[in-house]
């Protein structure tokens, strides 16, 4: 919603439709059938590197022009994609972004390639918020937006991954999308990392087809889901305890990489010729290998894997550089 309560128009940032495609190699890999398994291809969004975040964005933006805004300012962690797409989005629409990122200046994390390189592309600054998390990273981005206020700006605050009942609402869009190219869908797979994108799917399509699988970003998946869905007009309900929820794939935290989630990369892009990241579709895709292995997940079912993009981010997470190097073949 715009500051005083309007339902902002759309920014227009990305491509659509985004292709379904088969993936039938990977889902005969998998246990499943040949035509069971689909992969919705919302990483070919467009801008700035592709990923789900852009369907958000041209919600929250609009909502941002809507009310005068010169400057996005956001959150994340160093190898956000979010921030990533947000500075990309501001560069398209002739803002300025400021990112509030957690972590030091010089550390091995926020001097990783990947998407803080497109970040410093896309003409973003930067402001470093240490060791801040959770409510303490949002209130640097507050801080920083009247910073920005009392210069004469008009900031707007974009939130963590773009997880507002504004920014859902591009899922909910992604989930009537769904339905016009795959109208007999049983499930669809979806990383949960703010929350945003689980909500918007389930506010079109109901709990029982949308299972998320938690990443690590928020200490309460379902709750944060839950709260999103129903703030959604005409949306479909859910309670906490409705939603499907994997919560088996997160390991020894967000930013680790865990077995099989270097299982699922692998098999992939060995199947397919797909990449996928190691914080977020990574962990959904060995997630769905999980759902099929217990059963939840069973042959003859349409199933369709979300694939929300991050592929900047596999280039800044040196334990999967590591591993793919270590993998290559030399000729005999």
Same mark, same amino acid.
């Given at each position: 919603m715009t500051s005083d309560g309007r339902t902002p128009e759309r920014a227009s940032l990305g491509t659509?439709?985004?292709? #379904?495609?088969?993936?039938?190699r990977l889902a005969r890999a998998l246990g499943l059938g040949p035509d069971d398994l689909w992969i919705k291809r919302d990483d070919l969004?467009?801008? !700035?590197? &592709?990923?789900?975040?852009?369907?958000?964005?041209?919600?929250?933006?609009?909502?941002?022009?809507?009310? &005068?805004?010169?400057?996005?300012?956001?959150?994340?962690a160093p190898q956000s994609n979010h921030a990533r797409l947000t500075a990309a989005a501001a560069a398209r629409l002739g803002l300025r972004a400021v990112l509030v990122l957690a972590g030091t200046p010089g550390s091995s994390a926020s001097s990783a390639p990947g998407n #803080? /390189?497109?970040?410093?592309?896309?003409?973003?600054?930067?402001?470093? /918020?240490?060791? /801040? &998390? !959770?409510?303490?990273?949002?209130?640097a981005a507050a801080q920083e937006a009247e910073r920005l206020r009392g210069q004469g700006e008009v900031p707007a605050l974009i939130p963590f991954g773009g997880s507002s009942v504004t920014g859902a609402r591009g899922y909910e869009e992604c989930?009537?999308?769904?339905?016009?190219?795959?109208?007999?869908?049983?499930?669809v797979v979806v990383a949960l990392g703010s929350g945003g994108t689980m909500a918007g799917l389930v506010g079109a399509l109901g709990a029982g087809r949308v299972l998320g699988v938690h990443c690590g970003a928020v200490p309460d998946p379902a709750g944060s889901v839950s709260k999103l869905v129903s703030g959604l007009s005409n949306a479909h309900q859910a309670a906490p305890d409705a939603l499907r929820l994997r919560l088996d794939q997160v390991g020894? !935290?967000? !930013? /680790? #990489?865990t077995e099989p989630v270097m299982s699922a990369l692998t098999l992939t892009a060995r199947t397919e010729g797909i990449v996928l990241d190691p914080i977020y579709t990574g962990r959904a895709m060995a997630g769905l290998a999980a759902a099929v292995?217990? &059963?939840d997940i069973r042959p003859g079912q349409r199933t369709v894997f979300l694939h929300s993009g991050g592929l900047p981010g596999l280039f800044g997470h040196q334990a999967t550089l590591t591993r793919a190097q270590a993998a290559l073949t030399s000729e005999d």
């Open positions: 659509w439709p985004t292709p #379904l495609e088969p993936a039938p969004t467009g801008l !700035g590197g &592709g990923g789900n975040k852009i369907r958000k964005l041209e919600w929250l933006c609009g909502a941002a022009l809507a009310d &005068g805004a010169t400057t996005l300012v956001t959150t994340g #803080l /390189a497109l970040d410093g592309l896309f003409g973003a600054r930067v402001v470093w /918020a240490g060791s /801040a &998390g !959770g409510d303490a990273l949002v209130a989930g009537r999308e769904l339905l016009t190219q795959a109208a007999d869908l049983t499930t020894d !935290g967000y !930013g /680790a #990489l292995e217990d &059963g």
